[in-house]
């Protein structure tokens, strides 16, 4: 039987959470809304990219479940704890899989050069998670963009065809030239 807690929280819940695991290196794309000094660019929405490598994931399939990524730059080390259930996180990429035997992996903060290093296994494919796009956007966006991919499908096409018409006429020429 579900707690109260758990009914309560189960809408909120994405649907598909992807299989990350510590070791993996994913890319984290997250909705910012930078505020600005101009009146007029006060909401102002962008995607920000964060890969790194996930050194420890907390939490399982609650709702409250967390993953640590940790980057190096420029010589040091950042680490961000993202929520996946979060609606501000648009989606997750998987990388690359490595093999290691911690569940968490926190050694890694004070290890240097080959120790850093983790043993890569190989993906079946790319592992893209992201939440379905909003049905107002969708709508605008792919009205442009069809027209635009019929625009250029009917250029190729023609392109395609005035070659293929080239090249029958001269094979055509060929075989009569031969006969």
Request: glycine share 6%.
């Amino acid at each position: 039987m579900a707690s109260i807690i758990e009914t309560f929280l189960k809408p909120f819940l994405k649907k598909k959470t992807p299989d990350i695991r510590p070791g993996d290196t994913v890319r984290v794309y997250q909705r910012v809304f930078a505020s600005s000094k101009n009146a007029k660019e006060k909401n102002k929405e962008k995607l920000q990219v964060f890969e790194g490598l996930v050194i420890a994931r907390k939490h399982k399939k609650e709702a409250g479940a967390t993953i640590t990524v940790r980057k190096v730059i420029s010589g040091v080390g950042v680490e961000k704890i993202f929520p996946l259930h979060s609606p501000l996180i648009e989606k997750i990429e998987i990388i690359k899989r490595s093999k290691v035997r911690r569940a968490k992996l926190y050694y890694l903060r004070e290890a240097k050069g080959k120790k850093a290093r983790l043993k890569k296994l190989d993906l079946p494919e790319e592992v893209v998670f992201s939440e379905p796009p909003k049905k107002e956007e969708v709508k605008e966006e792919d009205k442009e963009g069809e027209q635009a991919k019929k625009e250029e499908q009917e250029g190729a096409e023609k392109e395609r065809g005035g070659k293929n018409e080239q090249k029958t006429e001269e094979k055509e020429l060929e075989k009569g030239e031969k006969k």
